[in-house]
């Protein structure tokens, strides 16, 4: 189950990836190059975005419970402290990770209720990119590839 579990988390972090960069991307060339209608591109990628994020986010509380090094963490808190592998997965991974989707979240209401084009561009920048920031600052990348 677990290897199940840890397969499709990677190709589930594709897949956000490129959606949620595709998507800043679009919303800079759109700042700059001042479109001033609604995309349903834009929120095509965001859709796209929120539920691979949210889909990671489960499968990566899956992966959390699950996984070989948990029952060390209930039994032996300090000892996975002290190991910077076991606590980068442990608290730093989830934590963050977990910021960054509720970033995510926060980010695709704004982009919703917002009324112009300026107002969407704006929340997808500021809200996905900096979820995407968050992420990909704890992404295993030597795992990843």
């Given at each position: 189950m677990y290897t199940g579990l840890l397969h499709t988390h990677r190709t589930v972090a594709y897949l956000f990836l490129v959606a949620t960069t595709a998507l800043i991307l679009l919303a800079i060339y759109r700042r700059i190059s001042g479109a001033h209608a609604a995309d349903s591109k834009q929120a095509l990628l965001a859709k796209i975005a929120l539920i691979s994020g949210h889909t990671q986010l489960l499968l990566g509380l899956g992966l959390y419970f699950v996984g070989p090094w948990f029952d060390q963490l209930t039994s032996n808190t300090a000892e996975v402290m002290k190991t910077a592998e076991l606590r980068w997965f442990a608290v730093e991974h989830?934590?963050?990770?977990?910021?960054?989707?509720?970033?995510?979240?926060?980010?695709?209401?704004?982009?919703?209720?917002?009324t112009d084009a300026e107002g969407k561009d704006k929340a997808l920048l500021i809200y996905f990119g900096l979820g995407l920031l968050l992420i990909a600052s704890r992404i295993p990348w030597d795992r990843l590839f």
């Open positions: 989830i934590g963050a990770n977990l910021v960054g989707i509720v970033l995510l979240t926060i980010g695709n209401s704004k982009f919703k209720k917002a």
